[in-house]
């Protein structure tokens, strides 16, 4: 199982960015995938999760309305799409696949986004 996350970088506040992650070795379409962000010196802190079809999102109180979360199941690939984008939403952010458990079974390297004028 890979995971690899790209698209983070260098934002002002009130930016955007769209994360990916390209997933292989595993049936991508049968698992929900998440995405979870650890911020400097912080606890890693769930973001959103999207269930194997895209049917169904989730979202962390602070990010409603600002994230959306997405998949492209012919791609292998998860998206986080980012707006209004605040200094505290900077952290290294990771997409993560779920195991039938609901736990996270494997994860990606993570990609930085920095979020600063």
């Known amino acids: 199982v890979q995971l690899v996350e790209s698209g983070g970088g260098l934002v002002q506040p009130g930016g955007s960015l769209r994360l990916s992650c390209a997933a292989s070795?595993?049936?991508?379409?049968?698992?929900?995938m998440s995405w979870v962000r650890q911020a400097p010196g912080k606890w890693l802190e769930w973001v959103s999760d999207i269930s194997w079809n895209g049917g169904s999102t989730y979202y962390a109180e602070s990010m409603k309305g600002r994230f959306t979360i997405s998949r492209d199941n012919a791609k292998n690939t998860v998206y986080l799409q980012m707006n209004s984008l605040k200094p505290e939403d900077t952290a290294v952010y990771y997409c993560a696949k779920k195991a039938p458990t609901d736990e996270y079974d494997y994860w990606g390297q993570g990609t930085q986004v920095t979020v600063s004028s």
């Open positions: 070795g595993f049936t991508f379409d049968d698992y929900g």
